[in-house]
Nanobody
Framework: QVELVESGGGSVQDGGSLRLSCVASGYIFSTKYLAWFRQVPGKEREGVAS???????FYEDSAKGRFTISRDYAKKILYLQMNSLKPEGSGVYYC???????????????????WGLGTQVTVSS
């Protein structure tokens, strides 16, 4: 069983920064991918960034150059450093682990179906 718990969300001004954390527990395969997703009301969850076991990363276009995804293997923590935040970056951010029950969401060629409960990020102009 995989459990993911996010933290670090909050309210910031346009151009501000936040660092999200996700603590993973349970049987975590170090060879699997982890990712961050964002969801706003009325829209589907969309991928923001992912990281593989070689620390290879992938970012959706609006995150490139501003966000950095990283992972601490020993502590089983996933991070998302978000700089130069914009109002359109507001939403609930979810930590995700590759695999899981049927269904899920595809991002960067990987299927994610293990989810945390999310942490709210609000960027005001």
């Amino acid at each position: 069983q995989v459990e993911l718990v996010e933290s670090g969300g909050g309210s910031v001004q346009d151009g501000g920064s936040l660092r999200l954390s996700c603590v993973a527990s349970g049987y975590i395969f170090s060879t699997k991918y982890l990712a961050w997703f964002r969801q706003v009301p009325g829209k589907e969850r969309e991928g923001v960034a992912s990281i593989g076991h070689y620390d290879n990363t992938f970012y959706e276009d609006s995150a490139k150059g501003r966000f950095t995804i990283s992972r601490d293997y020993a502590k089983k923590i996933l991070y998302l450093q978000m700089n130069s935040l914009k109002p359109e970056g507001s939403g609930v951010y979810y930590c995700a682990f590759e695999g899981g029950p049927d269904g899920g969401t595809w991002f960067a060629g990987r299927r994610f179906a293990y989810w945390g409960l999310g942490t709210q990020v609000t960027v005001s102009s």
